[in-house]
Nanobody
């Protein structure tokens, strides 16, 4: 059974940093495409960034480019989302998701497995 568990969320002042982790059981992160999404209250779940299965290419939504970094640690079967220069508009529940495709889809509907989410709150 596949299980994804996010951790690392919290309350942080604007300009600060957090590192989110997504640990997997029941599958190997080296064989899947992994994405991070976020969902703020009253808004749709949106793509943040991710890493592709075959080439380890990373992509980000424009709103986080230069501030967020996705990385994969295959030995620990964990994917990270390093977030820096955080802004109040980054406040959301952050989710990791996996798909066996080689494509990093930006639509949430493409992903097969999801974690439970971790809350990130940025205050000014």
């Amino acid at each position: 059974q596949v299980q994804l568990v996010e951790s690392g969320g919290g309350l942080v002042q604007a300009g600060g940093s957090l590192r989110l982790s997504c640990a997997a059981s029941g599958l190997s992160f080296s064989g899947v495409t992994v994405a991070w999404f976020r969902q703020a209250p009253g808004r749709e779940r949106e793509f943040v960034g991710g890493v592709t299965r075959s080439t380890d290419t990373v992509y980000y939504t424009d709103a986080v480019k230069g501030r967020f970094t996705v990385s994969r640690d295959s030995a620990r079967n964990t994917v990270f989302l390093q977030m820096s220069s955080l802004r109040p508009e980054d406040t959301a529940v952050y989710y990791c998701a996996v798909d066996r495709s080689v494509v990093l889809w930006r639509a949430a509907s493409h992903y097969d497995y999801w974690g439970q989410g971790t809350q990130v709150t940025v205050y000014s």
